[in-house]
T-cell receptor, first 120, second 109 residues
Framework: GAVVSQHPSRVICKSGTSVKIECRSLDFQATTMFWYRQFPKQSLMLMATSNEGSKATYEQGVEKDKFLINHASLTLSTLTVTSAHPEDSSFYIC????????????????FGPGTRLTVT | GQNIDQPTEMTATEGAIVQINCTYQTSGFNGLFWYQQHAGEAPTFLSYNVLDGLEEKGRFSSFLSRSKGYSYLLLKELQMKDSASYLCASMDSNYQLIWGAGTKLIIKP
């Protein structure tokens, strides 16, 4: 159980275009989803916390108008990179937390497989 | 401030034992996670500790000392496939994970 899918797994786009990445919890409901970015040989960097039915909470330094997050249902969150530039090229990973678990280790985040974005 | 420290890189020999240390300082504490991440892949969950002591799970064990703000991940009978980055993450009072930079573990034959 606790599977998170991410689509697409790999995308190449031209500078100035927008790219949408989907994150789905397949067998559980996720009130909260997280979007991370990871540059080569660096750790995960939390970009934003996505809450179903409300606005996402962005981390300091992350432009909310550039990285649009929509968490329209308990199983789907999307990240849209608008007007992408080469410096946005990175590995984007989403994770989700099961809404209905109450124990400490249920705060485990289940990760999607990641999306490698290359902007040319 | 919030801070997670772990070594950048470690090297060990196949069949041996290795201990990866992690120290943390976070605003509140709701547990310590260890994740494994192979290059180019997403992290996978290894362990969760919220109480002091050692939790054993097969070849992997994780230890926590809340008073010292310290945890370690112990890997026994190392296999080549254990070559990966190991991420330590502390959950703060808002149930948000604060991530370490990861320890790259290199296993040599």
């Amino acid at each position: 159980g606790a599977v998170v899918s991410q689509h697409p797994s790999r995308v190449i786009c031209k500078s100035g275009t927008s790219v949408k990445i989907e994150c789905r919890s397949l067998d559980f409901q996720a009130t909260t989803m997280f979007w991370y970015r990871q540059f080569p040989k660096q750790s995960l960097m939390l970009m934003a916390t996505s809450n179903e039915g409300s606005k996402a909470t962005y981390e300091q330094g992350v432009e909310k108008d550039k990285f649009l997050i929509n968490h329209a249902s308990l199983t789907l969150s999307t990240l849209t990179v608008t007007s992408a530039h080469p410096e946005d090229s990175s590995f984007y990973i989403c994770s989700a937390r099961d809404s209905y678990s109450g124990q400490g280790d249920s705060y485990e985040q289940y990760f999607g497989p990641g999306t490698r974005l290359t902007v040319t | 401030g919030q801070n997670i420290d772990q070594p950048t890189e470690m090297t060990a020999t196949e069949g041996a034992i290795v201990q990866i240390n992690c120290t943390y300082q976070t605003s509140g504490f709701n547990g310590l996670f260890w994740y494994q991440q192979h290059a180019g892949e997403a992290p996978t969950f290894l362990s969760y500790n919220v109480l002091d002591g050692l939790e054993e799970k097969g070849r992997f064990s994780s230890f926590l000392s809340r008073s010292k703000g310290y945890s370690y991940l112990l890997l026994k009978e190392l296999q080549m496939k254990d070559s990966a980055s190991y991420l330590c993450a502390s959950m703060d009072s808002n149930y948000q994970l604060i991530w370490g930079a990861g320890t790259k573990l290199i296993i040599k034959p």
